[in-house]
């Protein structure tokens, strides 16, 4: 079977992106299957992307927006390359106003169709379409993130911050407002329990009116998402992003880290009981949060065990086997 997997949407949402990663990763488990094949359709509006090595890529730049792409561009090479099934995602084809569509042609000298198998973001994860079914592919973490040896720990605690207990938060894209309340919440904690842990915080280049801030020699920044830094951690503070499926709380869990979460907004449904959960703007919600961990192990370990358990059973090669069994592969 040849498939074509539209790299647009993935390419928009950024290489950081969960979902990015998550299809391109059981893409890879899933070209060892014998006798599957995939072009990758892209536009060079968007790079970073971590396909396949030797794979066939075909590259297409449009500067028109997704109507040109999804009524044009992606038929097209669809029907040139004679493929057997096309992938991409369900909210870019609604977006251009196909949404709905169940075989993808275009143009009327179009007279054959071609399967559409498309991917959508709902509270259970990731769900993909074909020929009017709905199959949700369970997520899973990243098979890198690991929990680690004592020694391990202590080297990168070293590496990172000078050897002490941090807690640590990606803030990749997050707005100042919630950057500065994170720094508020850290600064009562400090005040409160007078311990030296450190605050490590993930894509964060600069920081405004850091220079000013009285616990400024406990702040480390790294400007890119390092390997360890979750492993490392004595607790993470995780803000679940708009659009993302959820795989960072996944690979907190797998690294056996606690994790505190910032709801997204008030009254957030279906928490799972492996986080402690503060609401948004809670600024001493947080600091109470980070203040429970330190002083209480018993909560700390738990969360730990109840964590590991979610994340039991889960991999890459599972969700791939269960996209494949969608695709009929």
């Keep these: 079977m040849l498939i074509l997997l539209d790299c647009r949407p ?16 059981c893409v890879k488990e899933l070209t060892a299957r014998r006798g599957v094949e995939w072009v990758f359709l892209l536009d060079t509006a968007g790079e970073g992307l971590d396909l396949p090595a030797d794979s066939r890529q075909l590259v297409r730049k449009t500067l028109l927006g997704d109507m040109l792409w999804y009524r044009w561009i992606l038929p097209r090479m669809a029907k040139q390359e004679k493929v057997d099934m096309v992938m991409t995602g369900d909210g870019r084809l609604k977006t251009s106003g196909a949404g ?12 054959s169709k071609i399967p559409l198998c498309t991917w959508s973001l709902s509270e259970a994860g990731l769900i993909f379409s074909l020929d009017g079914k709905e199959i949700g ?51 009562l904690f ?19 009116k850091l220079d000013s801030y009285k616990y400024r020699e406990d702040v480390c ?35 056996k880290a606690p994790v505190i979460t910032v709801a997204n907004g008030p009254g957030e449904a279906k928490v799972p009981e492996a986080v402690l959960q503060v609401q948004p703007d809670d600024v001493g919600g947080l600091a109470e949060a980070m203040k429970s961990l330190y ?33 009929g592969i």
């Design 10 to 25: 993935l390419q928009k949402a950024g290489a950081s992106s969960e979902t990015s990663w998550f299809i391109i990763t």
């Design 190 to 208: 400090k005040k409160r329990q007078l311990s030296n842990m450190k605050l490590v915080l993930a894509g964060a280049g600069t920081i405004d």
């Design 295 to 327: 002083k209480n192990e018993g909560i700390r370990n738990e969360l730990i065990e109840r964590g590991g358990a979610r994340v039991a059973g889960l991999s890459v090669r599972g969700s791939a086997e269960a996209i494949g069994a969608i695709l």
């Design 137 to 187: 592919a369970p997520l899973a973490p990243d098979e890198e993130v690991r929990p680690l040896a004592m020694a391990e720990r202590e080297k990168l605690k070293e590496e990172t911050a000078e050897g002490r207990e941090y807690f640590f938060a990606d803030v990749t894209g997050m707005g100042a407002s919630k950057v500065m309340n994170l720094l508020k919440a850290f600064s």
């Design 221 to 255: 920044l790294c400007p890119m998402s390092t390997n360890g830094l979750i492993e490392a951690a004595y607790a993470v503070i995780h803000t679940p992003r708009q659009n993302e499926p959820g795989i960072a709380l996944l690979n907190a869990w797998r690294a």
């Design 100 to 111: 709905g569509l169940k075989t993808l042609g275009a143009g009327r000298d179009w007279t």
